[in-house]
C-alpha cells in the first residue's frame, strides 16, 4: 500500500498566486485531516473531513479550502498566497481515530 | 482549554544514556495519548499508543511510555540512546472519547551526542 500520499513535496508561489496541495490515501480511511508545521509550533490543524462529501474547519482555516468528493482524495487549497502560509503541510487519514497516517508532507515558501 | 505541553523544545543527551520527553495534557477526561516521531525532512510516524489498556505502552524502536493520570502525564523513555534517535518527537492527545481528533504538543528535538 502507499498510505498518505501527497503532491508536489516542494513548491514555491508568489504573493497571491493560488494553488492546490493534493492528499490521497488508498487505505480506505474515513478521517483525513490537513495539518500546517511551522518551526517550534507544533501541528496545527487546518481542516478535516469525517468522510466523503463532509468537511469542517480546524484551529487555523483562514486562507484555505477543502473538498472530499471521494474517500480517497482530500485537497487543500489556496486561493490568495500569503507569506503566512509558508510552512510544511501534512495530511493524514485514519479509519477509526486511534493514530494518524501522515503523508511525507509539502514544503510550501510563498515569496 | 484543552491544551498538550511537552517540556523543553530541545533535549540532548549521550549516546547510551537515558532519554527522557516529557509530555503534560490538560483534560479532565481520560483521553487517548500518542507519540509520534519525525526524522529530517519526513512526515511523523506513529511511535506508539495508550487507548486505555496496560498504562505503561511500549513502541517501537525500544521507546515506552508511562501514563499517569493523577499527574497528567505521558513521558516518553528509552533506556539507552542510539544515535539514530536523533529527531523531533511529538505528543498529540485524543480529547474525546472517539479519538478522532488529536491535539499536538509543540515538539521536542531530541540530539545525541556521541
Known amino acids: 500500500n502507499a498510505g498518505v500520499t501527497q503532491t508536489p513535496k516542494f513548491r514555491i508561489l508568489k504573493i497571491g498566486q493560488s494553488m492546490t496541495l493534493q492528499c490521497t490515501q488508498d487505505m480506505n480511511h474515513n478521517y483525513m485531516y490537513w495539518y500546517r508545521q511551522d518551526p517550534g509550533m507544533g501541528l496545527k490543524l487546518i481542516y478535516y473531513?469525517?468522510?466523503?462529501?463532509?468537511?469542517d474547519k480546524g484551529e487555523v482555516p483562514n486562507g484555505y479550502n477543502v473538498s472530499r468528493s471521494t474517500t480517497e482524495d482530500f485537497p487543500l487549497r489556496l486561493e490568495l498566497a500569503a507569506p503566512s502560509q509558508t510552512s510544511v503541510y501534512f495530511c493524514?487519514?485514519?479509519?477509526?481515530?486511534?493514530?494518524?497516517?501522515f503523508g511525507s508532507g509539502t514544503r510550501l515558501t510563498v515569496v | 482549554a484543552q491544551s498538550v505541553t511537552q517540556l523543553g523544545s530541545h533535549v540532548s543527551v549521550s549516546e547510551g544514556a537515558l532519554v527522557l520527553l516529557r509530555c503534560n495534557y490538560s483534560?479532565?477526561?481520560?483521553?487517548?495519548l500518542f507519540w509520534y516521531v519525525q526524522y529530517p525532512n519526513q512526515g511523523l510516524q506513529l511511535l506508539l499508543k495508550y487507548t486505555s489498556a496496560a498504562t505503561l505502552v511500549k513502541g517501537i524502536n525500544g521507546f515506552e511510555a508511562e501514563f499517569k493520570k493523577s499527574e497528567t502525564s505521558f513521558h516518553l523513555t528509552k533506556p539507552s540512546a542510539h544515535m539514530s534517535d536523533a529527531a523531533e518527537y511529538f505528543c498529540a492527545v485524543s480529547f474525546n472519547n472517539a479519538g478522532n481528533m488529536l491535539t499536538f504538543g509543540g515538539g521536542t528535538r531530541l540530539m545525541v551526542k556521541p
Open positions: 473531513s469525517v468522510g466523503a462529501g463532509i468537511t
Open positions: 493524514a487519514s485514519t479509519p477509526t481515530g486511534y493514530g494518524y497516517t
Open positions: 483534560s479532565s477526561v481520560p483521553p487517548y
